[in-house]
């Protein structure tokens, strides 16, 4: 099953002609959801090739422009290219009222429904479900409300061994229920144990989003053995103090968040502009934490 990133951002504050502020998709068994939005999210849409109205579902994590600036211009571009489909918004409260204005001046009645559902920041809580992935918020420590997000595949299903299904003549409106963890009895009344006919589902896969924090060691025991960590580096270590006036975090501390947390690889991003290079950052965090990858404008990366 598809599950992974492609980075539409890896900035932080200023868009620059190679990287433009904070926007991510994820792409989960061909599902794509849009976490956040900085300005120029949808050009990078069409750079990237990925078609926008593929998109239903967008997550953002705070209010500072360099993670939202870019929505009402992707929502209305969805309008004027036809869009019907209904599109949900995951966002600070304060965010509705920002969109609403926004599209009430310009008069812009939109040809979709845009179903908005305002997140509480400071608390960790399931937001969002379906068949194969749930979504929790991840409460961080930025200048104002912010949170990250937690994207959890569910379990799959038993995967039924082919040759019993012939072996033992098992009927059809029988798999389901064998995949969901039965046993089975043949026709001449023997049972046949479930882990006899089938084998475990695939392991569920973990992605952890933490935008925009500080060194925040309560994060630790939420994002614990995830696959794959996502976490801001804006700055090189030598700029500590400046991160934490900020309420950023350096490439070391990202990297001592994911060794603490045991994660499996760190993806590192929000870079400021004072790096033209932020292989930098990237050999700061390795000194830490070895398995760690830059989140580089285009890239794709799976969980
Ligand atoms: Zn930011
Ligand atoms: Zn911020």
């Known amino acids: 099953m598809t599950f992974n990133i492609t980075i539409l951002g890896s900035n932080s504050a200023i868009p620059t002609l190679k990287r433009n502020p904070t926007s991510q998709l994820i792409n989960h068994n061909e599902r794509l959801l849009l976490v956040d939005c900085a300005e120029g999210t949808q050009l990078q849409l069409r750079k990237f090739r990925i078609k926008m109205q593929r998109i239903h579902h967008i997550f953002i994590s705070h209010l500072h422009g ?7 211009g992707l929502i209305s571009s969805m309008h004027l290219l036809g869009r019907i489909k209904e599109l949900h918004i995951y966002g600070p409260p304060e965010l509705k009222e920002i969109l609403d204005l926004q599209l009430s001046v310009s008069q812009t009645e939109l040809n979709y429904p845009l179903k908005f559902h305002p997140l509480e920041q400071e608390k960790k809580a399931v937001i969002y479900e379906d068949e194969k ?5 991840l409460p961080l420590n930025h200048r104002i409300p912010t949170c990250g997000f937690l994207f959890r595949e569910k379990p799959g299903k038993r995967k ?9 003549n098992i009927p059809a409106e029988k798999i389901l229920e064998i995949k969901n963890g039965a046993d089975f009895i043949d026709e001449e009344g023997n049972l046949h144990k479930n882990d006899s006919i089938s084998t475990p589902p695939g392991e569920s896969r973990t992605y952890a989003y933490c935008s925009d924090t500080s060194y925040f060691e309560p994060l630790i025991p939420m994002i614990k053995n995830v696959d794959l960590l996502y976490h801001e580096a804006t700055f090189l270590h030598d700029k500590a103090e400046v991160a934490a006036e900020k309420f950023h975090a350096t490439a ?7 060794k ?6 760190l993806l590192i991003g929000h870079f400021s502009n004072r790096y033209d290079n932020p292989e930098l950052l990237l050999d700061e ?19």
């Open 66 to 72: 360099d993670h939202f600036f870019g929505l009402i």
């Open 133 to 137: 992935l749930s979504i929790e918020t």
């Open 160 to 168: 039924i061994i082919r040759q019993k299904i012939k072996d033992l």
């Open 252 to 258: 070391k501390e990202a990297a001592t968040i994911a």
């Open 260 to 265: 603490k947390a045991n994660v499996k690889r």
């Open 285 to 303: 965090a390795k000194e830490v934490f070895p398995s760690s990858e830059l989140a580089m404008d285009g890239v794709t990366i799976e969980v």
